[in-house]
Antibody
Framework: EVQLVESGGGLVRRGGSLRLACTTS????????MNWVRQAPGKGLEWVAN????????NYVDSVKGRFTIFRDNAKNSMYLQMSSLRAEDTAVYYC?????????????WGQGTLVTVSS | IVLTQSPATLSLSPGERATLSCRAS??????LAWYQQIPGQAPRLLIY???YRAAGIPVRFSGSGSGTDYTLTISSLEPEDFAVYYC??????????FGGGTKVEIK
């Protein structure tokens, strides 16, 4: 069974930093693109970033470029999101998402999410 | 690419047919997926590449469309289908975008 468990969310001040982690099991982690998708309270979904199987390709939504860094450790079956210069608009539930098969842009499996709250 | 979903809310009774629309600002070349989100839960992949059901998804869910216009149809609503539905495109890789969602509520 595919499992994705996020951790590291919490309350942080505007301008602060936070690192999210996603630990996985039930599949061969190193064979899949991985994503972070977020959802602000009461709002819709927004793709944040993704990373190729071997970490050689990384993409970000424009609003987080230069502030967020996605990376992975295939030996630990884990993915991370380092967030800095946090803004109020970064407040959201952050989901760890595995690609659907070889299709990097399809969000196949989702974790339960971790809430990040940026206070002013 | 901007995805516009309509209607924002759909009020139907169990057993009725639901038709949800997703319109793209330019062609997404059938690279269109649908997700279901039940309140308090993570989203779940229903349909990918316009019309392919994900594993375990009931046959009452179907997708269709082409170019800029896509549709998710639920042939006969079950109680567990009342949720929010999102469309998402991957045509403009690496820019991946979602629609604003359609809430299907019990009438």
């Amino acid at each position: 069974e595919v499992q994705l468990v996020e951790s590291g969310g919490g309350l942080v001040r505007r301008g602060g930093s936070l690192r999210l982690a996603c630990t996985t099991s039930g599949f061969t982690f190193s064979r899949y693109w991985m994503n972070w998708v977020r959802q602000a309270p009461g709002k819709g979904l927004e793709w944040v970033a993704n990373i190729k199987e071997d970490g050689s390709e990384i993409n970000y939504v424009d609003s987080v470029k230069g502030r967020f860094t996605i990376f992975r450790d295939n030996a630990k079956n884990s993915m991370y999101l380092q967030m800095s210069s946090l803004r109020a608009e970064d407040t959201a539930v952050y989901y760890c998402v595995r690609a659907w098969g070889a299709a990097a842009g399809i969000f196949g499996y989702w974790g339960q999410g971790t809430l990040v709250t940026v206070s002013s | 690419i901007v995805l516009t979903q309509s209607p924002a809310t759909l009020s139907l009774s169990p057993g009725e047919r639901a038709t949800l629309s997703c319109r793209a600002s330019q062609s997404v070349h059938n690279y269109l997926a649908w997700y279901q989100q039940i309140p308090g839960q993570a989203p779940r992949l229903l349909i990918y590449d316009t019309s392919y059901r994900a594993a375990g998804i009931p046959v009452r869910f179907s997708g269709s469309g082409s170019g800029t216009d896509y549709t998710l149809t639920i042939s006969s609503l079950e109680p567990e289908d009342f949720a929010v539905y999102y469309c998402q495109q991957r045509s403009s890789w690496p820019g991946l975008t979602f629609g604003g969602g359609t809430k299907v509520e019990i009438k």
